[in-house]
């Protein structure tokens, strides 16, 4: 990602595994966008592992044995603090799925 906000849309057929670099959170940030149809359960898990953040298939199911455990669609590289306080800022309101966090 480049200097000003930029949108991040995850697409129905996406193969997942990318690696995000530059991910700017806050009010002024980047943002994400999830499109209809990319993601079958309509859930995603967001796990902070390490510096990075991860968003994985998710069940749909919050807190259980399952959690983290899906498929990676991406990460963003050099963001550990991406929670439910910067949905807002991040998260593009026209988005079809819930994200879940650890």
Avoid: C, W
């Amino acid at each position: 990602m480049d200097i000003g906000q930029d949108t991040l849309v995850f697409t129905p057929g996406s193969d997942g595994i990318d690696t995000v670099y530059g991910f700017t959170l806050g009010q002024d940030g980047d943002r994400l966008l999830f499109e209809p149809g990319s993601v079958s359960t309509g859930a995603v898990d967001v796990i902070v592992k390490g510096q990075n953040t991860e968003f994985r298939r998710s069940d749909g199911i919050e807190d259980n044995a399952g959690f983290g455990t899906g498929e990676v669609f991406f990460t963003l590289m050099g963001v550990r603090v991406f929670n439910a306080g910067f949905f807002a800022f991040n998260h593009d309101i026209s988005s079809s799925v819930t994200l879940f966090y650890d």
